[in-house]
């Protein structure tokens, strides 16, 4: 089904982002795909845009006009190398763009958070996780989908080792985690982006939570 809708993906060089940008790109639905990017992709599609910016000096006049806006944002503090940094990245860039999002017109905002999201948590990850969540929710979108999956399966443009032994550990253990604890078994990135995807068009309104397995089942109802 084609539309005249446009989407922003922000974060396209990540796991769950590069995905999406590649169903995307290969779907009619959207008639306009911005990127948001620090540094060029080289993306060779007629549909595609790539605005290269400063995150840290983002504008209103640097965000397209769009109905839609993915955010896949995020890092780890290795990366990152200080909460300050992190919260920067997990934190602020998010709200940042939701807002200026909200102001340009935008309709819908889906956002990759975490399993554990808790601004109440003693971890410091997931109470970021929690705290963006909860920020997001103040802020009047139509729709508002929050995506929590657990550790993720797939190729990445980078190393994180911690995450490669985890995927190692919780795919053995995955079969042993049954009721509840289904949400913590390890999910496909692919998945989530697909999921996104489908939530992003039934136009659903008021705010949204998907863990695992509920992203699990939604991204298998249109295969």
């Known amino acids: 089904?084609?539309?005249?809708?446009?989407?922003?993906?922000?974060?396209?060089?990540?796991?769950?982002?590069?995905?999406?940008?590649?169903?995307?790109?290969?779907h009619p639905y959207y008639q306009k795909i911005y990127v948001l990017t620090r540094r060029t992709l080289d993306i060779k599609n007629e549909r595609v845009d790539e605005l290269v910016v400063d995150f840290d000096k983002l504008s209103i006049d640097e965000l397209p006009q769009v109905d839609d806006i993915y955010c896949c944002l995020g890092t780890t503090m290795k990366k990152a190398g200080s909460k300050e940094a992190f919260r920067k990245v997990d934190y602020h860039y998010p709200l940042k763009i939701a807002s200026l999002g909200i102001e340009k017109g935008a309709k819908q905002f889906m956002l990759v958070s975490?399993?554990?999201?808790?601004?109440?948590?003693?971890?410091?990850?997931?109470?970021?996780?929690?705290?963006?969540?909860?920020?997001?929710?103040?802020?009047d979108y139509q729709a508002l989908h929050i995506f929590r999956p657990s550790i993720l399966l797939g190729e990445r443009n980078e190393n994180r080792t911690g995450e490669q032994i985890g995927q190692v550990v919780m795919k053995t253990l995955s079969p042993l985690l049954l009721g509840g604890l289904k949400n913590y078994r390890p999910i496909k990135g692919k998945r989530v982006a697909q999921a996104m995807f489908i939530a992003a068009k039934q136009n659903l309104q008021s705010a949204h939570l998907f863990e695992s397995e509920k992203i699990k089942v939604l991204a298998k109802s249109e295969l």
């Open 114 to 139: 975490s399993m554990g999201a808790d601004k109440n948590s003693r971890f410091f990850y997931n109470q970021v996780k929690g705290e963006v969540e909860e920020s997001l929710g103040s802020l």
């Open 1 to 26: 089904m084609e539309t005249n809708k446009s989407a922003l993906i922000v974060g396209a060089t990540g796991l769950i982002g590069g995905q999406l940008l590649r169903i995307l790109k290969h």
